[in-house]
C-alpha cells in the first residue's frame, strides 16, 4: 500500500502520523515565511496582493498533496513575478489566468512524457545566469515602491527603470524611511531571533509606524475577509484567443518547471529522506496551475526559500505543505483588515533584500575560479534574461553550452587514456561490502548525482565510493557542482568519497575552485589499486572479484 501511494501522480501523504509535529512545525513555519512573500510577488506580478496569498492558499495544498516532493512549498515566487507583470501589463489578469491554465496542461503534459529528468541536464552557467538576472530584475521593479512613486506599470523592465529615474522630483521620503526600516528589520532581527521571520516582524512594525504618525504613502489596500471561492473564466473558449495566449503559456509552463525541479533538488540536497519523483512533481504543479486561476490565483512554482524553512523547521512529508496552506487561509480569516494597512514600500524592502539574497555570489566566484568559457555562458544569459527576457535567456544559454560541449568533444581526440589497472584479491567479505567502485567515462557526468545517492539508500552498508576518473579528461561547472553534490551527499550517509585516476585538467579546475580541499588529499590516489590498499595494506595484489564495477557516463 505505501508503495502504491509512492506512485500514483495525485495521491499520498506519505505517513502524517509518523511526523506529524515536524509537519506542523514546519508548516506554520513555511506559513508565516510565506504571509510577506506571497503579498510581494503579487504586487510585483503587477496584480492585486489577495491574488498572491489565494495562490499560496490553493497551490501549496495542491501542490503538496499531488506533486513529486514530499517537503516542496508552492507559491507565488519571484522568477514567476518577473515573466507575469509583463504578460500582465501586455493582457490584463484575466487572459493570464487562461494563460496559467494552459501552463499547466503543459506541464501535466511534460510529466506524463516523463520529461522531469531534462532539467538536469541545463548547465550550471545557465542557471546561475538567469538567477542572478531575475534578482536584478526584481530589485530594480520595486524602485517606484521603494521611492512612493505611483507610476503606470510597464510591459518590459528597463522602461520602468528609465521611467523612475526620470521622475525622481517626485520622491516621498516617508516611503523610503519606511522600506529603510523593513530592510534593518530584515537584516538584523535574525541575530536576535531566529524562529520568527524578520521579514514579518519588519512588515509589522512597517504598518504601525505608518499608521501611528498617519503616513502619505501608498498601502496595498483592501483585502477580502474571505477565503476564495472558485469562479468561471469568461472567454474560456476562444480558440483565437488560445492561440494568441499559447506564447505566454508556453513560458509560463517552462519557467515554473524549470524552478519547481531546481527547488525540489534543492531540497533533496538538505534532506536524507525520500527523494522527489520529478515527473510526478511536474504533474502536481501543473494540476496546481489548472486550479488556481479558477480561484483568483496566478501561476505559480515550487519556493527554495519557503521548502528550505519547512525542512529546516521539521517538516518531512506532504502534509506539511498541506497545513502551510491552511495556516495561511486562516491567517487571511482573522488579519485581512489589518494587511490592507501595509504600505508598499515594506514590501519592496522585503523583496530588495530577497533578491540580494537570490543572486548566487558563490556561483559567480566558482565560475571565475573555473573556465572563462563557462563564466562567458554565465554572462551571456545575464545578459539576454535582463535585456530580453527569461525563456529567450535559457534558449540561448543552453545553445551557447550546446556548442561549448561540442568543442571539448573534438578536444578529446587530444587526451591520452592510461591503460586498465589491476586490483588486489583477498579483501575480506566485510571489506568487500562496504566498498563501491565507479568507473566515469566522457568529459562531464550530467545527473550522475542522484544515481550514487538512489545507490546509498539501496546499498547503505556502502562506507567508501571510489570514482574512477581516469577516462574524464576534462570537466566543466555543471561537472563541479554534480561532484560537489555527490561529496555532500555521501557525507550525510557517513561515506567517504575516494578519487583516483584524476588527469591535469580536471585535477587543475578542483584545486582552483578549492573542490580538491574540501574532498581531501588524502582521499585522492593515481589508481584504484591504491586506493583500496589504502583501506587495508595487507591486501595481495591480484584480482578483485568481490569488488563489482560499475560504469557511468
Given at each position: 500500500m505505501e508503495n502504491q501511494i509512492k506512485q500514483s501522480p495525485f495521491l499520498g501523504l506519505g505517513n502524517p502520523f509518523k511526523s506529524w509535529q515536524g509537519d506542523l512545525t514546519g508548516g506554520l513555519t513555511a506559513a508565516i515565511v510565506a504571509l510577506p512573500l506571497a503579498l510581494a510577488f503579487a504586487v510585483a506580478s503587477g496584480v492585486e496582493p489577495k491574488a498572491g496569498l489565494y495562490t499560496a492558499i490553493i497551490a501549496?495544498?495542491?501542490?503538496?498533496?499531488?506533486?513529486?516532493?514530499?517537503?516542496?512549498?508552492?507559491?507565488?515566487?519571484?522568477?514567476?513575478?518577473?515573466?507575469?507583470?509583463?504578460?500582465?501589463?501586455?493582457?490584463?489578469?484575466?487572459?493570464?489566468?487562461?494563460?496559467?491554465?494552459?501552463?499547466?496542461?503543459?506541464?501535466?503534459?511534460?510529466?506524463?512524457?516523463?520529461?522531469?529528468q531534462l532539467v538536469k541536464f541545463i548547465p550550471y552557467p545557465v542557471t546561475a545566469g538567469f538567477t542572478n538576472g531575475i534578482a536584478i530584475i526584481i530589485f530594480c521593479g520595486q524602485l517606484n515602491n521603494f521611492f512612493?512613486?505611483?507610476?503606470?506599470?510597464?510591459?518590459?523592465?528597463?522602461?520602468?527603470?528609465?521611467?523612475t529615474f526620470n521622475h525622481l522630483d517626485l520622491i516621498n521620503p516617508a516611503s523610503i524611511l519606511i522600506a529603510l526600516i523593513v530592510i534593518a528589520t530584515k537584516l538584523i532581527f535574525p541575530y536576535i531571533n531566529r524562529t520568527i521571520p524578520g521579514s514579518l516582524v519588519g512588515l509589522i512594525l512597517?504598518?504601525?509606524?505608518?499608521?501611528?504618525?498617519?503616513?502619505?504613502?501608498?498601502?496595498?489596500?483592501?483585502?477580502?475577509?474571505?477565503?476564495?471561492?472558485?469562479h468561471s473564466i469568461p472567454h474560456w473558449f476562444d480558440f483565437k484567443l488560445l492561440r494568441e495566449l499559447l506564447s505566454p503559456a508556453l513560458a509560463l509552463a517552462a519557467l515554473g518547471s524549470i524552478e519547481s525541479l531546481l527547488s525540489a533538488v534543492v531540497a533533496d540536497g538538505m534532506t536524507v529522506s525520500e527523494k522527489h519523483n520529478s515527473n510526478r512533481e511536474l504533474i502536481g504543479q501543473g494540476i496546481a496551475n489548472m486550479i488556481v486561476p479558477f480561484f483568483g490565483g496566478i501561476p505559480a512554482t515550487g519556493a527554495i526559500a519557503r521548502t528550505a524553512v519547512n525542512v529546516r523547521s521539521g517538516g518531512k512529508t506532504r502534509l506539511s505543505g498541506?497545513?502551510?496552506?491552511?495556516?495561511?487561509?486562516?491567517?487571511?480569516?482573522?488579519?485581512?483588515?489589518?494587511?490592507?494597512?501595509?504600505?508598499?514600500?515594506?514590501?519592496?524592502?522585503?523583496?530588495?533584500?530577497?533578491?540580494?539574497?537570490m543572486i548566487e555570489w558563490e556561483a559567480i566566484g566558482l565560475l571565475m575560479r573555473a573556465t572563462y568559457s563557462d563564466l562567458a555562458v554565465m554572462l551571456l544569459t545575464w545578459s539576454v534574461t535582463i535585456l530580453v527576457d527569461l525563456v529567450q535567456a535559457v534558449e540561448i544559454g543552453l545553445i551557447a553550452a550546446g556548442a561549448l560541449f561540442i568543442k571539448r568533444m573534438s578536444d578529446l581526440s587530444l587526451a591520452k587514456i592510461p591503460e586498465t589497472e589491476v586490483?588486489?584479491?583477498?579483501?575480506?567479505?566485510?571489506?568487500?561490502?562496504?566498498?563501491?567502485?565507479?568507473?566515469?567515462?566522457?568529459?562531464?557526468f550530467f545527473g550522475a548525482a542522484e544515481r550514487f545517492v538512489t545507490f546509498l539508500r539501496d546499498?547503505?552498508?556502502v562506507k567508501y565510493l571510489i570514482l574512477r576518473?581516469?577516462?574524464?579528461?576534462?570537466?566543466?561547472?555543471?561537472?563541479?557542482?554534480?561532484?560537489?553534490?555527490?561529496?555532500?551527499?555521501?557525507?550525510?550517509?557517513?561515506?567517504?568519497?575516494?578519487?583516483?585516476?584524476l588527469q591535469t585538467q580536471v585535477k587543475e579546475v578542483l584545486e582552483r575552485t578549492g573542490l580538491l580541499t574540501k574532498i581531501g588529499l588524502e582521499n585522492c590516489f593515481e589508481t584504484t589499486t591504491q586506493a583500496i590498499c589504502s583501506l587495508d595494506p595487507n591486501l595481495p595484489e591480484c584480482d578483485l572479484p568481490n569488488v563489482n564495477i560499475e560504469r557511468i557516463e
Open positions: 501549496g495544498i495542491v501542490a503538496a498533496v499531488c506533486g513529486g516532493s514530499p517537503v516542496q512549498i508552492t507559491g507565488p515566487t519571484g522568477a514567476m513575478a518577473v515573466i507575469l507583470v509583463g504578460i500582465v501589463a501586455q493582457y490584463g489578469i484575466e487572459k493570464v489566468w487562461i494563460a496559467g491554465v494552459m501552463a499547466g496542461i503543459i506541464q501535466i503534459a511534460l510529466g506524463i512524457a516523463k520529461l522531469g512612493g512613486l505611483q507610476l503606470p506599470r510597464q510591459e518590459h523592465f528597463l522602461d520602468g527603470l528609465w521611467q512597517a504598518t504601525m509606524i505608518t499608521t501611528f504618525f498617519h503616513l502619505s504613502i501608498p498601502t496595498i489596500g483592501n483585502i477580502p475577509q474571505s477565503l476564495p471561492f472558485p498541506v497545513i502551510h496552506g491552511i495556516a495561511l487561509g486562516a491567517i487571511v480569516l482573522i488579519f485581512a483588515p489589518l494587511a490592507s494597512q501595509i504600505p508598499l514600500a515594506a514590501l519592496a524592502g522585503i523583496l530588495m533584500v530577497t533578491s540580494v539574497r586490483f588486489p584479491s583477498g579483501i575480506p567479505l566485510e571489506l568487500s561490502q562496504e566498498i563501491a567502485v565507479y568507473r566515469v567515462d566522457g568529459p562531464v546499498e547503505p552498508e576518473l581516469r577516462f574524464v579528461p576534462n570537466i566543466d561547472t555543471t561537472g563541479l557542482v554534480a561532484l560537489e553534490d555527490i561529496f555532500y551527499d555521501l557525507k550525510r550517509h557517513n561515506c567517504r568519497l575516494m578519487l583516483t585516476g
